[in-house]
């Protein structure tokens, strides 16, 4: 009795314990996240490296949180060595080794997320995978060897090496189809549809995306993989210039990470969204889409930079459309998708334009249609010519003269071709008299 009695004061020692250092970890961790001074937090966290955990479980959770956080915060300064030596150095490693391997994988996972999180970070990304791909070769751990694969991949793709991140996809894919962990091959199959859709080799985009679509349908996957899915999929629509479909994809998506406050990549969701409410010929629609109840809180320039492109169309100004690309230039140049589709309505813009300017002329001078239109001769001179070789109007440009001759569209003369018809059904219907002459004969 007095022996159990005295562990039961031991254990309870040890809890409380326990509990005062946690508490103590915690408050380490709140002070250099709220401090200003990015050194004096950098001190702070590596204090709490250097604490004694005494091999309490939740004690190294916590530890590992500020491992995390001060990988981030090195980046943030611009310290890419010391963030490399972060993973290298052997206090680091008996720290991962010493902890469980799903916490690991967690840890490293969560440092290169928040390092990608820091702009300008793509090389230092790769070298952490590189190097953190190393240490799971030597330590055996598959698990987390391939998802930091599938990680690489993806960064090779925004360094513009497609190839060399097919070629590992392609062997992730086999290695993983083998242990049929859907989870992996779902984001397998999500990073080589970007790939693909970045080499414009549309018809393998939308395969690996059905197959990610496919595997996440068999299991459950988290909110923010399947709106990656959605939103991975309205980008395809939208480039086959189906923004209807688009739309409905990027409206769910939208609402995915609404939901999980992922204020950041939802407000991407919009912007794409309201791009294909332009794009369907329903600018007026886009004040009624941002005035909802849940859209309100994204109000700010780039939600006025959507607006904005929605009033010039409405008007169809192009001028005015131009001054909307310039003055919110952060907003729209920035983003490779906006700007290809902005691209795109601008043309469109020029030529209906020039279509209703051109249209009570024979002959007109490019310099009075570029003087009414606000745009440069020689801009306005490509575009004619463009418009005449894809048969958008018909007329003929005299560059010395500076003149555009305007023809009525040809009316194309079928006379000859009806005169070929009623021969050959003229040879039928003798064919056919001759056929039936010579069953007459044979019966006689």
Same mark, same amino acid.
């Given at each position: 009795?007095?022996?159990?009695?005295?562990?039961?004061?031991?254990?309870?020692?040890?809890?409380?314990?326990?509990?005062?250092?946690? %508490? #103590?970890?915690? $408050?380490? +961790?709140?002070?250099?996240?709220?401090?200003?001074? /990015?050194?004096?937090?950098?001190?702070? !966290?590596?204090?709490?490296?250097?604490?004694?955990?005494?091999?309490?479980?939740?004690?190294?959770?916590?530890?590992?949180?500020?491992?995390?956080?001060?990988?981030v915060l090195l980046a943030k300064m611009g310290r890419t060595d010391q963030v490399l030596?972060?993973?290298?150095?052997?206090?680091?490693?008996?720290?991962?080794?010493?902890?469980?391997?799903?916490?690991?994988?967690?840890?490293?996972?969560d440092l290169i997320v928040g390092v990608a999180e820091v702009?300008?970070? %793509? #090389?230092?990304? $790769?070298? +952490?995978?590189?190097?953190?791909?190393?240490?799971? /070769?030597?330590?055996?751990?598959?698990? !987390?060897?391939?998802?930091?694969?599938?990680?690489?991949?993806?960064?090779m793709r925004q360094l513009g090496r497609y190839d060399e991140s097919i070629a590992l996809l392609r062997r992730l894919q086999r290695e993983v189809k083998k242990i049929d962990d859907k989870q992996l091959l779902v984001e397998i199959n999500l990073v080589e549809s970007r790939v693909q859709f970045n080499l414009k080799n549309m018809p393998k985009a939308k395969a690996a995306l059905t197959a990610a679509r496919t595997n996440a349908n068999s299991i459950y996957v988290q909110p923010s993989v399947q709106a990656e899915i959605d939103h991975q999929a309205g980008r395809l629509h939208s480039d086959e210039r189906d923004y209807k479909t688009a739309y409905s994809y990027f409206f769910e998506a939208?609402?995915?990470?609404?939901n999980m406050k992922d204020h950041e990549n939802a407000l991407k969701n919009l912007k794409y969204m309201l791009l294909c409410k332009i794009m369907m010929e329903k600018a007026h629609e886009v004040p009624a889409t941002v005035g909802n109840k849940s859209m309100l809180v994204y109000a700010g320039k780039d939600v006025d930079a959507m607006k904005n492109?929605?009033?010039?169309?409405?008007?169809?100004?192009?001028?005015?459309?131009?001054?909307?690309?310039?003055?919110?230039?952060?907003?729209?140049?920035?983003?490779?998708?906006?700007?290809?589709?902005?691209?795109?309505?601008?043309?469109?813009?020029?030529e209906a334009n020039l279509c209703r300017i051109i249209e009570p002329y024979s002959r007109v001078e490019i310099a009075h249609v570029a003087n009414l239109i606000n745009l440069p001769i020689r801009r306005v001179e490509t575009k004619l010519s463009q418009m005449i070789l894809d048969k958008k109007f018909h007329g003929i440009l005299n560059q010395g003269k500076g003149e555009l001759l305007v023809q009525e569209p040809l009316v194309e003369d079928r006379?000859?071709?009806?005169?070929?018809?009623?021969?050959?059904?003229?040879?039928?219907?003798?064919?056919t008299l001759l056929r039936r002459a010579d069953k007459l004969n044979s019966s006689v």
């Open positions: 009795m007095e022996k159990m009695d005295v562990e039961d004061v031991k254990m309870n020692e040890e809890e409380e314990e326990e509990q005062s250092l946690i %508490v #103590e970890v915690k $408050e380490m +961790l709140s002070d250099a996240k709220n401090m200003d001074n /990015k050194e004096e937090a950098l001190k702070k !966290l590596d204090e709490i490296s250097q604490f004694d955990d005494k091999n309490y479980d939740q004690v190294k959770k916590w530890k590992g949180v500020s491992f995390v956080r001060k990988g030596q972060l993973l290298k150095n052997e206090k680091s490693r008996e720290f991962l080794e010493s902890i469980p391997k799903a916490r690991t994988a967690k840890i490293v996972r702009p300008g970070t %793509v #090389e230092l990304q $790769e070298k +952490l995978c590189v190097d953190s791909i190393k240490w799971c /070769k030597d330590q055996k751990r598959n698990f !987390l060897r391939q998802r930091l694969e599938t990680r690489h991949a993806a960064v939208f609402e995915a990470r609404n492109v929605a009033s010039a169309y409405k008007r169809r100004s192009l001028r005015d459309l131009e001054k909307t690309l310039e003055e919110y230039k952060d907003q729209l140049a920035k983003d490779d998708l906006i700007k290809l589709h902005l691209n795109d309505l601008s043309e469109r813009l020029l006379t000859f071709e009806n005169g070929l018809k009623v021969v050959r059904n003229m040879g039928k219907v003798v064919s």
